[in-house]
């Protein structure tokens, strides 16, 4: 059964090696600069390849546990742990699933005075900078929506460890100073 458990201790393994390489190749991107629009901010690549080995390695392990010991689960475990694990490896493989959505379809276009952002089921919505806002926290920044009367509603956050993600408040504070000296129109509503 310990042979089982190496592939998970392995996905572990990766995902903590892999968020260091994010770390490290987020802060060589930063030194990086393009200014030509659109800009687009996506999820790492190194994301959506983890998602890959987790989404496969979850079902590999129940296989090898099947091919060499395929009565394993029906003589030493009660049906309680035969659920348990079940439950752990279909929340696992989901999490993989999620992973690889994430990586591949997550991004942001940003342009001039507005931005395009596409969630994780490829759906598409513009939004101007006049219409949002931008809060700043120690690993993020997340965009918030603003509406007349109510409270900002909460668009989605960029970690600075994402590729590009200096795009968003460059444009988003270029677009205010230009606001300010007037070069740009906008509702008389702001």
């Known amino acids: 059964m310990f042979y089982a458990m190496i592939p998970l201790v392995a996905v572990i393994v990766l995902m903590g090696l892999g968020r260091i390489v994010l770390r490290v190749s987020a802060k060589q991107r930063d030194a990086e600069d393009s200014s030509e629009f659109p800009l687009i901010i996506k999820q790492p690549k190194s994301e959506f390849l983890i998602g890959v080995f987790v989404a496969l390695c979850m079902p ?18 009660p049906i309680a ?12 493989i989901f999490g993989g699933i999620y992973w690889i959505l994430r990586g591949r379809n997550w991004k942001i276009e ?39 009367g109510m409270k900002p509603k909460h668009l989605f956050g960029v ?32």
Do not use: W
């Open 159 to 190: 970690s600075y460890m994402q590729e590009n993600q200096q795009a968003l408040t460059k444009a988003n504070t270029q677009f205010r100073k230009s606001k300010k000296k007037g070069r740009v129109q906008v509702d008389a509503e702001d």
């Open 110 to 148: 940003v342009h001039e005075d507005r931005f395009v952002y596409t969630n994780l089921f490829k759906k598409s919505k513009e939004y101007y900078f006049k219409q949002i806002k931008i809060k700043y926290f120690n690993s993020c920044y997340r965009v918030y929506e603003n509406r007349k």
């Open 81 to 92: 742990t035969i659920s348990m694990v079940s439950v752990i490896s279909l929340v696992v």
């Open 60 to 77: 590999l392990s129940i296989a090898i546990i099947l091919i060499f010991d395929p009565g394993s689960f029906t003589r030493e475990y």
